[in-house]
């Protein structure tokens, strides 16, 4: 019941743009996936404060002042999970634990930080071929799903197959289907600590997804969702030596 | 851990036998639908005793006795839902309350039994039009999957699409696609009361589904895993006024 | 992500009132106990509207047009569930399956609409011999426990106590215990169609646990939570007969 | 619906015992925390092929040759959990996440094993003052939870309080209170990758709890829930580039 206005990172490793992988990136992706990602949050969270980060930046841009004012950091990487260094990936696992809210993205499903949040190996089966990717709506009830039709067609896109190797989630939202007949649970809730997590499988970097306006739409409820802007700070659970009555009963 | 043999009660309503729609219904169920499902089981547990029963049938078989001596009851359904008596539904009921496995096929989404045990409308999107249907599995450490390939393919059935309006489920083990691009949450546990219950789609009465091995044994695999032969009598929870240190310690 | 005031209403059968059941009820809830309700959530939600309704009113307060404008239903009701009548049990099930916002209270547990909604026997041990009840927060991720202390100390309340038979939750947010040793599933989240339900059991109508501020801000909580005051209508999942291609992908 | 025999190796750190700390502790555990598991599991599992394995052993006694040929594999350490190798670590979660059931006990809750398929801290609270503590079953279609009694009342334990800080779980099966009020989440199940994992919070280095006829009947439940002795291997899944039609449909 905060009214606080939400504050986003929004970080991407920036390596397909740096390398123009594919050709015609900036053609749709002008400001980067970081840059789209953060535009379609701005359209539907007008009073929000968004930033970005890359890998390339110092710490990868994602300091322990960030990371303090941060109430949803937004996740996404592809071919260089390896090259965000264990101290980064261990501050942002202490303030998801601590409640910030993370949302990650596509091949973010293989990055550090999910797969250490996950307790398993985050595989799955996948195929480039510019299929049709519905998302349906299993969750009505869902606050992420609020407002979406179903199912959101998005035209082209990497097939992403099940095994999809992860542990019990929160809510299953969407589920996915591609025209090679794989399905996905592509929109999926955890909870690790006092922190909220949602994976989101659409957006590969060779198709512009993120400019749909129903993707968009996702991301910011996902925002919305995940984030506790009326937490002080993150402090993730610990343990501790209770006397009797401690609470004072 | 008991070893006792299982005990299977497989019901149908054997409407469509009884009128022969689809006209050819007999030659690919010569049996029945519901003597097609008992053969499958039986030849994956030869130990269990199984037994059938109809609508037709003095209290539609199901009398106090037979689900006092069931340890899992099948159950299909489909133009006669209606014609199932409340006293009957309220006796199975209490029985899966009690502990008895139910296992509800297909259009056995809309019987009464499942409504009344989920709690929902139960409602999806349906389409008859000999579609493929993928069964794939997404939960490979579920005792309902284990042996099997994924996907199950299913040359041709009715569509069943999402949203299937079902409440939050114990285990999701499938989840399938259909050639027009649907999905749906084919294979899902619940539990109410001490009983256990799976619902799995497939299985029209127009596609000779359950003459398919890998589906007989989904089957035999749900039988095994809703039965509780340990059990002396189904009885269901019930209030109760406790003392202080009722239990002794 | 809607900033339109919630619409709240707090339903009572308000018979232990009008008895004067206990003598003096009317001391610490002196406009019953759904005035009590209404002014705890009145703290936390100023902009919202709250009003009540009572059993003893004309389709006990909840006609339809009521409930079209309601965003949570609030329900308390003890001695008189039998005197609800079946067709305003069946009328707020459409609103919840359609997205009202429903949160069960203490002995609400076995209303007509919470057992119609769970399908179980909703049933639990009991005892009321004023004990202390400690609520502990076991989901500090948790809207509904979000800036609330663990545990929140009750110094007297009738005992519920496991096993309490209700189906497989979405969240599990408050696990209670009691002096005499008993535990209890004491916050419970669900949700059926596209509407969220809370189930939480503090507040006997011998104690005044509703003046209690850690209770007051849980409700406030679950009231924020449980609502989707974006929503047009209340309209509940259907079935449909889907032709090939119907979302024009 | 295997019948080979279980093969079960339970894993001990033994250091209290060869430190005999408390002093005591030969007096009734004889043949150390995992022998009295051992034979608690045997006495119910009488076909069971269990073998014992600690921390001195070269490998930790857990060689890739002894986890190939384990169906479950329990879990106790307490002191040592930083002396057990990453190396091993790495080992025993592949092959949990291939399908071999993993049951940890007690103040495995801090192994690095736990910690790294939860994906949270582990943390929880703790008070070693000989406490009560009643073991109230919450789930009684659960296979871990038949034939047993609720509460199960051990007479002095260590306290284990919430907050316990773990994922979403699987199944919660057991909930357990003590002499101080504090509540615990006791025993919760979990999947990982194939495999099934079952915490269980009974059993101190001092008290002997695994001499309780019903902490071993739990245990029994949980090594034949947990085994899957049909499995030819324990491979853990794996991302793959997966061709259209590769299911052959």
Known sequence: MSTEPLRITVWNEGVHEARQQPANISSYYPDGIHGAIAQGLAEHLPDASIRTATLAEVEHGLTEDVLAHTDVLFWWGHIAHDEVSDEVVERVRRHVLGGM?????????????FITLMGTTCSLKWRNEAERELVFNVNPAHPISAGLPSPIVIPHQEMYGELFDIPKFDDLVFISSFTGGEVFRSGVTFSR????????????QEYPVYL???IRHVLANAAAWAAQPGLREHRQPEVSNAERDWFGG
């Open 101 to 113: 809210g993370l949302v990650v993205l596509h091949s973010g499903h293989f990055s550090k930080i």
């Open 193 to 204: 600590g006092r922190g909220r997590i949602f994976y989101f499988s659409p957006g590969d």
């Open 212 to 214: 749909q306006p129903e």
